[in-house]
């Protein structure tokens, strides 16, 4: 019995003695087909509700921050979600604490932080847990992929805006780039703990139960 791991790949692509490009394939053609290409349809011209795509859009590429942070550390996300994704989030948005300082924001770094944690909050956790995003988020067309507004009184981040296109765009160019990095065979250290994820990932301490073939009617 074969099985498909991806849109373009059966189980033989990872077969004993599989390469790392093998499996860098396997990672690209997961997370595009299954999560990115989509969420790019929902924004085609061509898709007649396009305009209260948004929060489905959302929902795809939020999925995205947590897992990259693994691939990049060679770690299990396992009880700590909140961390993992917080990084993963500043590698897409990496030159976000250098636009806070230049925008005239004290402690840019731990700025950026905080607004990495408040997405987590506000958007993965209301998009995965509540079915939608919770009060500090605002989604809509705009200038940026990200935006915030500050609470005056407290300093705290009072709100943060996302254009689901741009912030798409972001992503897709971090995959983009991530997957070209791991395929420079110079960068041993960056491949070395994909693979150690991946592997991680793929493998399971106990046995798959298998259903019986699907009846199609």
Known sequence: ???QISPQFLDSKLQPGCTLEDKIDVFED????????HANALLDEKYTRRKDAGFAVLTLVTGYFEPI??????RSSDHQSKAFFR?????VFLNLPATLKSNGFAGADQLAVEIAE???IHLRCGLFHEGGTKHKLVVRQD?????????VTTGDVGSIVIDPGKFLAEVQNHLNNYVSQLRNTSETSLRQNFETFFDLKMSSPQ????PPPAVVK
């Open 1 to 3: 019995m074969t099985f």
């Open 30 to 37: 997961r997370m595009n087909g299954w999560l990115l290409q």
């Open 69 to 74: 942070e693994s691939y990049h550390s060679g």
């Open 87 to 91: 990084r993963g989030f500043l590698r």
């Open 118 to 120: 408040e997405v987590y």
């Open 143 to 151: 200038t940026a992929p990200l935006g915030f507004m500050l609470d």
């Open 207 to 210: 046995p798959t139960i298998l």
